[in-house]
């Protein structure tokens, strides 16, 4: 069995610590403000010193941060991943990123002689904590299948692309999707409530019918009742909408309908909704 760190310690990287912890896996830990490593020490992880430190002392680390910015500053600032890389040793940054910031990484690892995945997850707060992600990889195939025993623990499936940076396009692409949705369904909602129909006739409605799927079914009670714990966090699915963007100008892809969606999000982080769950975008459209 392999030895494991993971640095990350948000909404994302606290589950899956926990879910590699409680299936006995030896964990080390560490976090940018270190109070968050202590429930996961009182599990029974290790607590790093630096991510260098994680890194050079276990065999395979995970490493889930908020954007691409965070990303670079984990792998290549003092005291970071890329230190305590050396031959031996292996990175799997679980973070969304776009696919140059993968590459980035990917390369500068590989030069020192260590081993890279990108390995996005599909799945929020409750997939993470169920153990039921699904991991989106590309990079060095015979560390995805070293990791396979850990990758099981925290998801339901794993899918394996061969080229670096599609690990990154896949996610980007299920988000904007996912994104363009949320504001499609909020603005459903919105108009039904200015005509005077009941917001829950709506979602059942919906759910009869081929447009029905779990979010909306999860998230629509909620959102009608104003409730908007964080489990995906509005900011970062306004950065996922950006990189998808980008990626579909770097390829010459109109993206009409993920634009519209995208300046929603926008709006909303101005109005100060950013750290609330993505589905609190509905307060902006309501308005
Ligand atoms: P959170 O809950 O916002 O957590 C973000 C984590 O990223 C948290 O541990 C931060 O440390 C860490 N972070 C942010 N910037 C840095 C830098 N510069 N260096 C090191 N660590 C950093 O996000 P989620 O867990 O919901 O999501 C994580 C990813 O999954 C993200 O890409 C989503 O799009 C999907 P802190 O605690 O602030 O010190």
Redesign the pocket.
């Known amino acids: 069995m392999s030895t494991y760190g993971f640095l990350?310690?948000?909404?994302?990287?606290t589950a899956m610590a926990t879910n590699l912890i409680q299936a006995g896996f030896d964990v080390t830990v560490w976090?940018?403000?270190n109070t968050?490593c202590a429930p996961l020490v009182e599990l029974g992880a290790k607590q790093g010193e630096s991510a260098a430190a994680v890194v050079a002392g276990c065999d395979i680390t995970f490493g889930?941060?908020?954007?691409p910015?965070?990303a670079l500053?984990?792998c290549f600032e003092k005291g970071g991943v890329l230190e305590g890389i050396t031959e031996g040793k292996s990175y799997i940054d679980v973070?969304?990123?776009d696919p140059d910031t993968a590459s980035t990484v990917y390369k500068a690892i590989q030069n020192k002689g260590g081993r890279y995945l990108e390995a996005p997850?599909s799945g929020?707060k409750q997939p993470a904590e169920d153990g039921t992600l699904v991991f989106l990889c590309s990079g060095d195939e015979s560390l995805y299948s070293d990791a396979q025993e850990a990758l099981d623990v925290m998801g339901k499936k794993s899918f394996y692309f061969p080229l670096i940076g599609q690990g990154a396009q896949m996610k980007l692409i299920i988000n904007m999707v996912m994104g363009t949705m949320m504001t499609a369904f909020a603005e459903g909602l919105s108009l039904g409530q200015k005509v005077g129909l009941q917001p829950n006739d709506i979602i059942d409605v919906i759910a009869q019918g081929a447009i029905n799927n779990p979010m909306f079914q999860l998230k629509g009670p909620r959102m009608t009742e104003g409730m908007f714990a964080t489990a995906?966090?509005l900011k970062?699915m306004q950065?996922?909408m950006r990189l998808a963007l980008l990626l579909g100008d770097a390829h010459n892809q109109p993206l009409h309908t993920s634009s519209a969606a995208n300046n929603a999000y926008i709006r909303a982080k101005q109005n100060g909704y950013g750290e609330e769950d993505f589905s609190a975008v509905i307060k902006n459209i309501e308005k």
């Open positions: 990350g310690l948000g909404i994302m990287g976090n940018r403000t968050k889930m941060v908020s954007d910015e965070a500053s984990l973070s969304t990123v997850v929020s995906f966090p970062h950065k996922d």
